[in-house]
């Protein structure tokens, strides 16, 4: 069986670390993404941009809207994820907006940090 | 050199900067793919210019000048400090060979790169909030506290702002280009609206106690300009002449004390017929494509008023029939709202009342100052007194501009007399 583990977390306590703790934290999690992934485990993971950096699409009636930020309605529930690897945010605007789920519900787009937590 | 020709000369490179500055920045940005390196780059190519085109003159073309200069010294500086950060050497290296120097390029990228200037402050991943200040800082040159003091905010607000943007077209990799033509469409919508948000920002400010702001709507008018002549697309010209059509009346919508002038009472020999004939032609090119939308539609109407000699003259039933058609392309309660004014003012105030009576009930508008001043206004043509002052005191409520108080008191008291 595979699971998707999501990580939730108040971005404003994260930052209020000094610098090297939140390096610690960093290197941590990636020693123990290591560790999952030597023993077969884990498929993927990656630390998100900050939520500033959210893009929210939606397809109502066939149009595509593009908003800024992450704003799911509360009866939203997050129902799924495409990973993709696309050179910029218009094509990753473009799947989203393709995929069915688009046309009903809202899909946020949130890039992937290249390097570990404290980038 | 003596002094007068020094500053002469002084005086003509400041020319050049500002008919330039935006366009080296635009072509910068995507040479270089950064706003603050680029703008970084400009301002060291405009030093070089200082120094030079005093002494050995101002060169053939100084936009591919500043263009070349500003990308070697931006290449210059990331080769210096590469020495404590090794990876700008490969930057410096990549800028400099997938780029060619811009003294051997064409004119024509030049147009296509002030186009991904807009179209990237547009962006509709990023805020209003963001892509207002982005537009007027990057495209238009306003400075932070020029901006600051359009919006009535501070200008650590509006700098914040920029700096979030900018993180965020480069965190999320927000691409320095045009979209193909079946994308066009939608994103050319969200460039319209930035463009009409400043327009109507400067036209009639939120609150406050000044009700114009010609600044901002200048401005604004500058930019539908510019979006006109890199993208003669017809909604541009639609919204362009709804601006100039607007903009026409500026003078006499306000009297000499600061009052509102409602279309009705304005003295139209003050409306600027310059403008009028711009816009009418713009509209006329537009309807022509037979493409046309929204924009096109709204300065349609506001045409008939300006080609009307008076209130009573105006063809309402071509203001309806255009109405009609922008419910069927745009429909929202306040094109509803205004429909039924044109339609009062063809068939009479009770059918007007009809009108306005369903609307509010619906609850959309319940809120909406202007939507209780016009049925306040139905009513009070019909004789209804008390219904009038009903309304009357609701929209007073409600409304937050002073000359906008100042009338809705003015009527209520009116009513009493």
């Known amino acids: 069986m595979k699971y998707l583990c999501l990580v939730y977390l108040e971005e404003k306590i994260l930052n209020a670390f000094p610098a090297h703790e939140r390096q610690a934290i960093s290197d941590k999690a990636m020693s123990y993404c290591d560790k999952l992934q030597k023993a077969g485990q884990l498929l993927a993971a990656s630390p998100l941009h900050p939520v500033e950096t959210a893009t929210t699409v939606r397809v109502p009636e066939g149009k595509t809207s593009t908003t800024d930020g992450p704003f799911a309605e509360t009866k939203e529930q997050l129902g799924g994820f495409l990973m993709i690897d696309v050179p910029d945010l218009n094509d990753a605007i473009r799947i989203a907006a393709q995929f069915p789920g688009a046309h009903f519900g809202s899909v946020e787009v949130r890039p992937m940090k290249e390097l570990g937590c404290a980038d | ?417």
């Not at chain 2, 050319?188 to 948000?197: A, W």
């Not at chain 2, 068939?347 to 319940?366: F, I």
């Open chain 2, 1 to 417: 050199m003596s002094d007068d020709t020094a500053q002469e000369a002084r005086a003509r490179d400041d020319d050049v900067y500002r008919a330039k500055s935006r366009q080296v920045l635009a072509t910068l940005i995507r040479l270089l793919g950064d706003f603050d390196a680029a703008e970084k780059a400009l301002q060291e190519a405009f030093a070089v210019a200082m120094e030079q085109w005093p002494r050995d003159g101002i060169p053939a073309n100084p936009r591919a000048w500043l263009v070349s200069t500003g990308r070697f010294k931006a290449i210059d500086g990331m080769r210096r400090r590469a020495r404590y950060d090794a990876s700008l050497s490969e930057l410096a290296k990549q800028i400099e060979t997938s780029t060619s120097d811009p003294l051997e390029q064409e004119d024509e990228h030049i147009e296509d790169d002030r186009l991904r200037l807009i179209f990237t402050c547009c962006h509709p991943a990023l805020s209003p909030e963001a892509q207002i200040p982005m537009t007027l800082r990057e495209v238009c040159n306003l400075t932070t506290e020029e901006i600051a003091r359009a919006f009535l905010t501070k200008p650590a607000t509006i700098a914040q702002r920029i700096v979030r943007a900018k993180a965020k077209i480069r965190d999320t990799r927000i691409p320095y280009e045009v979209l193909p033509p079946s994308e066009l469409s939608d994103r050319l919508d969200t460039v319209l609206h930035v463009i009409y948000l400043v327009f109507n920002e400067g036209y009639s400010a939120s609150f406050g106690a000044s009700l114009t702001r010609a600044d901002l709507s200048g401005e604004a008018i500058r930019l539908g300009r510019l979006l006109l002549q890199l993208l003669p697309e017809p909604e541009v010209m639609g919204l362009l002449a709804l601006m100039l059509l607007h903009e026409s009346r500026r003078a006499a919508r306000t009297s000499e004390t600061g009052e509102i002038v409602l279309l009705e009472h304005q003295d139209r020999t003050l409306w600027n017929q310059d403008y009028i004939k711009e816009g009418v032609e713009l509209i006329e090119r537009a309807l022509a494509s037979r493409r046309f939308g929204p924009y096109t539609l709204q300065a349609a109407i506001a045409a008939v008023h300006a080609e009307a000699p008076s209130a009573q003259e105006t063809d309402w039933a071509q203001i309806v029939t255009l109405y009609d058609l922008l419910m069927q392309a745009d429909p929202s309660p306040i094109v509803e709202l205004n429909r039924a004014v044109a339609v009062a003012m063809r068939d009479g105030p009770a059918k007007g009342l009809e009108l306005v009576d369903a609307l509010l009930n619906r609850g959309e508008l319940a809120q909406y100052h202007l939507a209780h001043a016009t049925r306040a206004d139905f009513c009070r043509r019909l004789g209804m007194q008390a219904d009038a002052r009903v309304s009357y005191e609701r929209a007073l409520a409600l409304a937050q501009q002073e000359p906008e108080r100042r009338f809705l008191e003015k009527r209520l008291k009116e009513l009493e007399d």
